[in-house]
């Protein structure tokens, strides 16, 4: 039994402190991964029967599942990318929740259907996750038994998927910013190097600014390298000669 799961509480009751858990990650430096396994972790306990919960994420270029609680869920999602049908994806292009009584005779996706019958699942719940105009993917639940999940269950996934797509956004958001500075402290790094391996080269040369860039240029060429691999080469050899 999980432990963040409160019976007695009302549903609104029992699903703002999972609320208020979801909503300390953005005070802190979590990733992406572990952010959505918190995620899925608490999907998990906010719907009673399911024994694996996953997110996927989806759009135009990419489909992938992160922070799964269960391997089953990782396998049971691939198959649905490759084989290019499934409630996930289903919940995630429709825009609304999809609900799987029995995997063993939904006729819906026969193919995936038929492919994870050995998995030991067979019930199955996707919400989509939708923060403002964009669909971002689907929250999914998993069960053993068919007709785990009622009406109830899909009050719960939904409220808390509406929830949860405002942290999957956030999250998302933190790590493109992140990917970005350490994007931009790199490509600052390299001009810096270059600037030096210039003014190496016009001390050195006696050239000016614009030669000597072309002669860093030159070298790369011959030496088949990148330009701040040369310029780092000249800067190198400017300290050895010093010492």
Request: hydrophobic share 45%; net charge negative.
């Amino acid at each position: 039994m999980h432990q963040d799961r409160h019976p007695d509480l009302p549903l609104t009751d029992e699903l703002s402190a999972v609320f208020a858990r979801m909503s300390g990650l953005l005070l802190s430096e979590e990733t992406v991964a572990t952010a959505l396994g918190l995620v899925s972790s608490l999907a998990l306990d906010t719907v009673p029967g399911a024994v694996g919960a996953g997110v996927s994420l989806v759009d135009e270029h990419d489909r992938r599942s992160t922070g799964s609680t269960d391997a089953r869920v990782e396998r049971a999602d691939a198959l649905q990318y490759d084989l290019d049908e499934g409630p996930c994806l289903a919940a995630a292009l429709g825009r609304h929740l999809v609900r799987v009584d029995d995997l063993a005779t939904d006729r819906r996706w026969p193919r995936w259907g038929n492919a994870v019958a050995d998995l030991g699942l067979r019930a199955a719940m996707s919400a989509p996750l939708v923060a403002g105009d964009a669909s971002l993917g689907a929250l999914k639940v998993y069960a053993e038994r068919p007709g785990t999940f009622d009406a109830d269950s899909e009050r719960r996934l939904s409220m808390f998927s509406a929830q949860a797509a405002i942290l999957v956004a956030n999250v998302q958001t933190h790590d493109r910013a992140h990917r970005l500075s350490v994007g931009l402290r790199e490509a600052i790094a390299t001009r810096d190097l270059v600037s030096m391996a210039k003014g190496v080269l016009m001390a050195r040369h006696g050239v000016t600014e614009d030669v000597a860039f072309g002669m860093l240029l030159s070298h790369s060429g011959e030496q088949a390298g990148t330009t701040p691999d040369v310029a780092r080469a000249v800067v190198d050899s400017a300290v050895r000669r010093r010492r």
